[in-house]
């Protein structure tokens, strides 16, 4: 497709920042508010676990991977997402009597 989307280096980044967190010593501060905050239903921690379930990819946290190899997948699979909503989006006219904004890609 080409470049990545905003969305898609968004999303990685944030990935990579919880991971980080979850890949702390247990002795930490960060940490230890990282796993009390789980359990707070509007926090970024429960939100970003949210999303990694919502993606089907929450056992990639457990697994013994590097980070690198974790965030090359979630890029990849990041990525695929955001190409089919694309090509979707390409396609859908609905409730739009002049076509959407993605008409001129078309062919």
């Known amino acids: 497709m080409g470049w990545k989307s905003c969305k898609v280096q968004q999303k990685t980044e944030v990935v990579h920042l919880y991971l980080r967190i979850e890949n702390m010593t247990d002795g930490r501060l960060v940490k230890m508010i990282h796993h009390c905050s789980l359990s707070v239903h509007k926090s970024w921690d429960a ?8 993606w089907h990819v929450a056992w990639l946290i457990d697994i013994d991977w590097s980070t690198k190899r974790k965030l090359e997948f979630i890029d990849e699979l990041l990525t695929n997402i955001d190409q089919r909503e694309w090509m979707s989006d390409l396609w859908n006219d609905k409730n ?12």
Not at 47 to 54: D, E, G, H
Not at 97 to 103: A, F, Q, S, W
Request: hydrophobic fraction near 35%; glycine fraction near 4%.
């Open 96 to 107: 739009k009597p002049n076509g959407n904004k993605l008409r001129t890609y078309r062919i």
């Open 47 to 54: 939100k970003v676990l949210t999303l990694l379930n919502a």
